[in-house]
């Protein structure tokens, strides 16, 4: 399999362990308590609510999911002795303790005790854990070295080794032949090419077999898909008569994309800013239909500065859910409670995207 079509392939691993999150009194002594793992799922739980990021409900003022704040009046690191959300927590005092009597939630002595040993040493907080830059970690050492073929094989053997539990057996060609054929094209397999798979005598021939699917154009066609999902394109308008309308160019240009491995920054840019860029092709104007596949309205009776706010609103949210990975959206209210992005961000960025010349109606008329 080239190296194009291994960043083309895009694969992403996901080992989903099974093992229960560990409480604070099950962890070693000698391992150190991280906020994202241990702390922060306590204090979403059962404190931010009140003391959070939702300026509306927060209460006494106070934030703990900022250390900046939350070292202000609550927590002084290093010594949960001196800590007042330590003395509230494990208050006796109805009136005083934390989480209120009256919200009906309540703290687990082990939560006690993993909020107490965390300040004590020295309450560090963490990013979002989609915010820390990932790290290459070691690769651990398995008994069965004879099974692992790449390094991905040593994580997962490790965590089956660990359970007493033993890898399934290699599957048969049939079924590769299959699952390859599914996973990259959506399509079940051709009698004749899976029977020339399966003869194939060549050291290479699941890694030929792979490359055959993946200049098939049903390979573009397959994963195209999911990004015209995340683009919202659709070939009608969406609202109202719900017509067609001329947008198969677009389609067409994200399948071509896949289909020719085109780069990631270069697909960004086209769709984004495509006919900004100097001198731009026929091809790199239609890509940026991305920012035109938004539900659009002919309805006479609109208004049109209404429906042009939608629009921008459309294209933040959508921008920022494709590229950015957030949930823009409720930023557009008020500050967002849980991905970073503030209210006044969200109107930056839709200031941006307010300069277009597009109409408040889409100028179409009923299908005839």
């Not at 306590?42 to 209460?59: M, Q, T, V, W, Y």
């Not at 900022?66 to 494990?90: H, Y």
């Not at 094989?153 to 049939?174: H, N």
Request: net charge negative; charged share 25%.
């Amino acid at each position: 399999m080239t190296n194009s079509h291994r960043i083309s392939l895009g694969v992403v691993l996901l080992i989903a362990s099974t093992t229960p999150l560990l409480s604070a009194t099950a962890l070693s002594a000698a391992e150190r308590l991280e906020y994202n793992r241990d702390i922060r799922p306590i204090l979403a739980e059962n404190c931010f609510a009140c003391h959070g990021p939702d300026s509306a409900a927060r209460k006494a003022g106070l934030r703990l999911d900022s250390r900046e704040e939350a070292t202000k009046a609550a927590i002084v690191p290093g010594r949960p002795e001196s800590s007042e959300l330590i003395e509230r927590i494990f208050t006796k005092d109805e009136e005083q303790l934390m989480p209120p009597v009256k919200s009906f939630k309540k703290l687990t002595e082990a939560q006690k005790e993993a909020l107490k040993r965390w300040i004590a040493e020295g309450a560090e907080y963490q990013p979002h854990w989609s915010y820390i830059p990932p790290k290459r970690p070691a690769v651990p050492v398995v008994k069965n070295s004879a099974w692992v073929r790449n390094p991905i094989d040593s994580f997962i053997l490790y965590e089956l080794e660990k359970r007493g539990l033993e890898p399934a057996p290699e599957a048969d060609r049939y079924t590769l032949a299959r699952r390859l054929s599914l996973d990259l094209t959506g399509l079940p397999p051709d009698p004749a090419e899976v029977a020339a798979f399966v003869n194939d005598q060549r050291m290479d021939a699941y890694e030929r077999y792979v490359d055959h699917l993946l200049k098939s154009p049903h390979w573009g066609e397959h994963r195209g898909r999911y990004w015209l999902d995340a683009a919202r394109y659709a070939d009608t308008h969406g609202i109202h008569f719900d017509n067609y309308r001329e947008m198969w160019s677009y389609r067409d240009w994200v399948i071509n994309a896949f289909n020719r491995n085109q780069p990631f920054d270069q697909f960004t840019i086209e769709q984004l800013a495509g006919d900004l860029l100097p001198n731009p092709s026929l091809e790199q104007r239609i890509a940026t239909g991305f920012n035109r596949c938004n539900i659009t309205s002919n309805e006479g009776g609109l208004i049109p500065e209404e429906y042009l706010v939608l629009y921008t609103r459309d294209r933040v949210e959508t921008t920022a859910q494709v590229w950015l990975g957030l949930t823009a959206g409720c930023a557009v209210c008020h500050e967002h409670k849980f991905d970073p992005m503030s209210q006044k961000e969200f109107y930056e960025l839709a200031a941006f995207f307010n300069n277009t010349t597009q109409g408040a109606m889409d100028g179409n008329i009923k299908d005839t």
